[in-house]
C-alpha cells in the first residue's frame, strides 16, 4: 500500500509539472509561476484518474503481489510517458513470496454442517488441496509480551499439532432494533467547539504486542 500511495503521489506531482512547462531559458518570466502552477492543478489535474486506476482497476496492492506489479508497471510507463527517462522496477527482498490469494473456502462437517467465512492472512501458504481435521480453539493472553506468548505457545504446542486451530472465542452478536447513527451529536460538537475533547490515551507499551503481531506469531 505505501508503494502505491508513493507512485500515485509521483504521478499527481509530475502530471502538474508537465501540463505547463516549457524549455528553460535565461529570459524566461518566472514572476507569475505560483498562478501557473495554480492554473495547472486547477484545468489539468489528473488526481481523479490516477486514484482511480491504482484504487479501482488495480485495486489492493499487498507488497509482492501481481496487483503491487502490475500497478508499478503503469507507473513506469506513465512517468516513461511525461519525459522521464531511465524508468525500471527494481527487485527487493522484503522477506516473503510473490503472493496472492486465488481461492479459500472452509466448512464445518460436524457436529453440524455450515459454511465458514474467513478472510485469509497475507502470505500464508497454500493447504495443497483440501485439508480435513479436527478444530481446536485457543484463547493466547490478553496484551502478553514475547516471554509471556512464547511461555503459552509452548505449552499448547503438543495440542495444536495437526489441527485446525481458531483463535479466540466466538463472539455473540447482538441484535440492534436501534437506527444507526449516522451524524455526531450535538453535545460532542458542543464539547470541540468549547475545547473539551476528551484526553487523548496514554502511548501504548512497547513491550506489549498488537493484535497484528500476535496473529504473526
Request: glycine residues 8%.
Amino acid at each position: 500500500m505505501k508503494i502505491g500511495s508513493a507512485f500515485a503521489f509521483l504521478l499527481l506531482t509530475t502530471r502538474v509539472w508537465a501540463a505547463d512547462s516549457s524549455p528553460h531559458s535565461p529570459e524566461m518570466d518566472y514572476s507569475n509561476m505560483d498562478a501557473r502552477i495554480r492554473k495547472a492543478v486547477t484545468e489539468h489535474s489528473q488526481i481523479l484518474r490516477t486514484t482511480h486506476i491504482l484504487a479501482d482497476i488495480y485495486g489492493p496492492r499487498l507488497t509482492g503481489s501481481p496487483n503491487l506489479k502490475a500497478a508499478a508497471e503503469w507507473a513506469v510507463a506513465e512517468m516513461s510517458a511525461l519525459g522521464m527517462q531511465d524508468g525500471h522496477l527494481e527487485a527487493w527482498d522484503f522477506g516473503h513470496s510473490g503472493w496472492a490469494n486465488l481461492s479459500s473456502s472452509g466448512y464445518i462437517i460436524s457436529p453440524v454442517r455450515d459454511q465458514l467465512y474467513f478472510k485469509v492472512l497475507a502470505w500464508t501458504p497454500g493447504t495443497r488441496g483440501t485439508v480435513r481435521t479436527q478444530s481446536i480453539v485457543i484463547n493466547p493472553p490478553k496484551d502478553p509480551t514475547v516471554e509471556r506468548l512464547t511461555q503459552y505457545f509452548g505449552s499448547i504446542h503438543g495440542k495444536v499439532r495437526n489441527r485446525i486451530v481458531m483463535v479466540g472465542e466466538g463472539s455473540p452478536v447482538p441484535i440492534n432494533l436501534e437506527p444507526v447513527m449516522r451524524r455526531i451529536d450535538d453535545k460532542f460538537i458542543a464539547n470541540v467547539l468549547s475545547g473539551n475533547t476528551p484526553p487523548k490515551e496514554p502511548p501504548p507499551d512497547p513491550n506489549i504486542l498488537t493484535e497484528g503481531q500476535i496473529s504473526q506469531r
